[in-house]
């Protein structure tokens, strides 16, 4: 069984920083992508950035120059550093991962539960 874990959400003025993690754990055979996506209430999921196991990295415009995403493969962990911080960035955020179990050839996508940020005005 396969788990990730999402942590560092929070409270933080417009223009103030916060950071990220996530965590997988269980068998794990190996991690392909990882990502981060974003929900605002009443709007669909949207893709933040991805990070591939060799750390090529892609972001969505709306957050280009101001996110930085990460992986620690040691870990099984990746982050993302969101400076610069908008109203508009408050959603939930959610930690995505491409992982083949040990015990299979096949890779399956695992969701966090969701952290919640939030940028006030």
């Known amino acids: 069984q396969v788990q990730l874990v999402e942590s560092g959400g929070g409270l933080v003025q417009a223009g103030g920083s916060l950071r990220l993690s996530c965590a997988a754990s269980?068998?794990?055979?190996?991690?392909?992508?990882m990502s981060w996506y974003r929900q605002a209430p009443g709007a669909q999921r949207e893709l933040v950035a991805t990070?591939?196991?060799?750390?090529?990295?892609n972001y969505a415009d709306s957050v280009k120059g101001r996110f930085t995403i990460s992986r620690d493969n040691a870990k099984n962990a990746v982050y993302l550093q969101m400076n610069s911080l908008k109203p508009e960035d408050t959603a939930v955020y959610y930690c995505n991962a491409n992982i083949r179990s040990r015990f299979t050839s096949i890779y399956l996508d695992y969701w966090g539960q969701g952290t919640q940020v939030t940028v006030s005005s």
């Open positions: 269980g068998s794990i055979g190996s991690i392909n992508v």
């Open positions: 990070i591939t196991s060799g750390g090529s990295s």
